[in-house]
């Protein structure tokens, strides 16, 4: 655990560490002691005299001296974590690890809530006739059904060193666990399936245990992010063979490796600007019709039918205003203009510019008004300019454009490709304003317009 008196007596004294985590004595000193902070927080000496000390504490909480004495002096704790100086120094710096996850700026940066994606979506629907089907799957249970011998497997045809399969492995193989209710303990058992819930690696792994799924027709993306998984089919002249086919192949594909489809939770959604469109049949997953969603929050961004983003601005302008709350309680207790704009940037502006090179260009002006109204508030109660939601979108947009334009493996690379001249990038041929104000065309014109070097 590495905590010590020296380390509580150097950091909680260090200026550094208070501006850095936006603590101080004087923050300390004024909240910790104020019945505001108390009456706001539930925590008082009352509340660690009593529940700290109390079995009822340990007996719900699962954390007792042996909880503690056993796990974190033990090597089965940090063997369970799989959280070491070497775990870290060895396979986050190292080439393998990323070119072998396929984790870099591009997975977290791009796909996420995926400019591609959206891009790849709506260039297709450009063409007369088209419409897009989006199935987005949930599996029961996804984490605790990996099978150890099947992962080992993988992670070797994936070139991850035996000594890492070996390690994983045994994580992986006869965990003990037992269930606490009060008093009541049940007995001991021994689990060889799945990863534990919680642990930092199990979307990892998961991952990687999936890697092998993927799309075998070029119309048809398939999208994912640890157990989200998303099936995207472009189709054209009303042909759904290859999507359909697809999903098949998935189902057949989550059978051979112990991965169940919950076909209940999963739903679909059709996207379709043709005048008079057909009713579409619906799909079927696992003997079960899937359910057609009007909308659907996908991995935190509300995406609807019409691709308008109305409801998705309005989720975020209410989480942001929710979080308006304690920068003004902050600044009650007159803290540096210097805190509160660390705090504005790192827990309000972070809100607003949720997946804004998606949505931005794309958005009413009076939706926009209602984010920026809330920079505006932010401004009056810091008593400084901040950056307008325009300027936070042009800026995020030409970085993240420049990253595209300089990684040869993104699939949007081929996008940004430079004139005869070579002092300008090939504008992209649009037909309607929705692919216009797409992030990839609106990129290339930002990038025209002040044109950056790719490192």
Known sequence: MLISDWFFGTMLDSD?????????????????????FFGTMLISDWFFGTMLDSDWFFGTMLISDWFFGTMLDSDWFFGTM????????????????F????????????????????????????????????????????????????????LFQLNVPDSMC??????????RQFVRLGTHVSDLQHISTGSPQGCVLSPL?????????????????????ADDTTLIGLISDGNESAYRGEIDRLVSWCSTNNLELNSLKTVEMTVDFRKDPAPH??????????????????????????????????????????????????????????????????????????????WFAAATARDKAKLQC??????????????????????????????????????????????????????IKTRTSRHKNSFFPTAVSLLNSAPLTPR
């Not at 997975?107 to 450009?126: A, C, E, K, P, V």
């Not at 070996?166 to 006869?174: A, E, G, P, Q, V």
């Not at 998961?206 to 993306?221: E, P």
Request: net charge positive; aromatic share 14%.
């Open 166 to 175: 070996s390690w994983i492995t045994d994580f992986l193989t006869d965990r």
């Open 205 to 225: 792994l998961f991952s990687l245990y999936t890697n092998g799924c993927t799309s075998g027709h070029q119309s048809v993306k398939l999208l994912k992010f």
């Open 99 to 154: 070119g072998t996850m396929l984790i870099s700026d591009w997975f977290f940066g791009t796909m996420l809530i995926s400019d591609w994606f959206f891009g790849t979506m709506l260039q297709h629907l450009d063409s007369p006739g088209s419409y897009a089907r989006i199935l987005f799957v949930d599996f029961s249970s996804a984490f605790n059904t990996i099978i150890p011998a099947l992962l080992r497997d993988k």
């Open 16 to 36: 550094w560490f208070f501006g850095t985590m936006l603590i101080s004595d004087w923050f300390f000193g004024t909240m910790l002691d104020s019945d505001w």
């Open 374 to 427: 809330v920079i505006h508030s932010a401004e009056k109660v810091i008593g400084c300019s901040l950056p307008s939601l325009q300027e936070l979108y042009f800026s995020r947009s030409r970085r993240r454009a420049a990253k595209i334009a300089a990684d040869p493996s993104h699939p949007g690379n081929e996008l940004f490709r430079s004139l005869p001249s070579g002092k300008r990038l090939r504008s």
């Open 281 to 358: 049949p619906p799909v079927i997953l696992c003997d079960s019709p899937v359910s057609s969603a009007e909308s659907f929050c996908f991995l935190g961004t509300t995406i609807t039918k019409e691709l308008k983003w109305a409801q998705n601005i309005s989720s975020l302008t209410k989480k942001a205003q929710q979080r308006m709350y304690f920068l003004r309680q902050l600044k009650k207790f007159l803290l540096p203009v210097k805190m509160l704009v660390n705090f504005y940037t790192a827990i309000i502006e972070s809100v607003l510019t949720s997946s804004i090179t998606v």
């Open 82 to 97: 799989l959280i070491s100086d070497w775990f870290f120094g060895t396979m986050l710096d190292s080439d393998w690890f």
